[in-house]
């Protein structure tokens, strides 16, 4: 079992930033693939990014490329998503994810986190 805890979310201009952290605990929770979806009001939940276990790979939906950057520490079992130049059209809610593959993370997975609200408006 993974338990995810996600934090940073708030209220933003567009063009500023904003850092959401996701924080796994459990007994297995060092050794999955992470990632973020969000679920803006009336749409459907949709990917935006995941990062291998490990580090060494990151995904990103074509949307959020150069813009936002997913890290993580795996001595705090923690994940970063680093959202720059944040648009309108970024409100959504954001929730954390995690599985035991990489593709089954930007699918889907089966732990997921509560989520946590980002709303971009002047």
């Known amino acids: 079992q993974v338990r995810l805890a996600e934090s940073g979310g708030g209220l933003v201009q567009p063009g500023g930033s904003l850092r959401l952290s996701c924080q796994a605990s459990g007994r297995t929770s060092s050794s999955v693939a992470m990632g973020w979806f969000r679920q803006a009001p009336g749409k459907e939940r949709a990917f935006i990014a995941a990062?291998?276990?490990?580090?060494?790979?990151?995904h990103y939906t074509d949307s959020v490329k150069g813009r936002f950057t997913l890290s993580r520490n795996n001595g705090e079992n923690t994940v970063y998503l680093q959202m720059n130049n944040l648009k309108p059209e970024d409100t959504a809610v954001y929730y954390c994810?995690?599985?035991?593959?990489?593709?089954?993370?930007?699918?889907?997975?089966?732990?997921w986190g509560q989520g946590t609200q980002v709303t971009v408006s002047s």
């Open positions: 994810n995690a599985d035991f593959s990489l593709r089954a993370t930007m699918t889907g997975g089966r732990y």
């Open positions: 990062i291998t276990w490990t580090g060494g790979m990151t």
